[in-house]
């Protein structure tokens, strides 16, 4: 089974300041999700990556397959992006559906 | 844009009863999950379905069923709820080895 770290747990920054969440992994995957869930419990998917770089808008997803590690990056952070950040990787063959999740990350952005 | 509806946001039961957790979604989508998310403890898989009347067992299946008569609607049971199963319950769907998309949530506390 696949371990999934993430870190920092809590994360608090100054509006406009760089962010970095980073999600480390056990096992090799076929992909790895990237999730935020505001106060109230839905949660919306940001990325899905199995190589490379992905960019929507101020957020940037990396992933390093051989290092089986990946960050998720906010530039110029608003008060908005306050949420917790959720990384889930899904095995690595066809067909398996199934994800493991990390904890989150909790990331408050203060104005 | 995709929907997953679940059929209540909050919901108190008392212990022993029989509950039922009902969630729609409206693409079409093979895969739909059950998961549950309790503080310290991330998102953990219930069941898995991948087609009608098909079901997999998740991590922690103990306590529950699933009923999916149609490919639209999948539904998790509590036969007879206790109070640990007092959590947050989020259904998803997807298509194979895509994102996946998430009900709000249900709130469930078992008194």
């Known amino acids: 089974k696949n371990e999934v770290e993430q870190s920092p747990q809590n994360l608090t920054a100054q509006e406009g300041e760089f962010i970095t969440i980073n999600c480390s992994y056990s096992v090799g995957i076929s992909a790895l999700h990237w999730l935020q869930q505001h106060p109230g419990g839905g949660i919306v998917s940001l990325f899905m990556?199995?190589?490379g770089k992905k960019k929507h808008g101020r957020l940037i997803a990396t992933i390093n397959i051989q290092e089986k590690h990946s960050s998720l990056h906010i530039t110029a952070s608003h008060p908005r992006d306050s949420a917790v950040y959720i990384c889930?990787?899904?095995?690595?063959?066809?067909?398996?559906?199934?994800?493991?999740f990390g904890t989150g990350t909790r990331l408050t952005i203060i104005p | 844009d995709v929907k997953v509806t679940q059929s209540s946001r909050y919901l108190v039961k008392r212990t022993g009863e029989k509950v039922f957790l009902e969630c729609v979604q409206d693409?079409?989508?093979?895969?739909m999950f059950w998961y549950r998310q309790d503080p310290g403890l991330g998102l953990r898989l219930i069941y898995f379905?991948?087609?009608?009347?098909?079901?997999e067992k998740g991590d922690i299946p103990e306590g529950y069923s699933v009923s999916r008569e149609k490919k639209e609607r999948f539904s998790l049971i509590l036969e007879s709820a206790s109070t640990n199963q007092t959590s947050m319950y989020l259904c998803?769907?997807?298509?194979?080895?895509?994102?996946?998309?998430f009900g709000q949530g249900t709130r469930l506390t078992v008194v």
């Open positions: 693409m079409d989508h093979e895969n």
């Open positions: 998803a769907s997807s298509r194979v080895n895509t994102e996946a998309f």
């Open positions: 990556l199995s190589s």
């Open positions: 379905s991948y087609d009608v009347k098909m079901k």
């Open positions: 889930a990787v899904r095995g690595p063959n066809f067909g398996n559906e199934k994800l493991t």
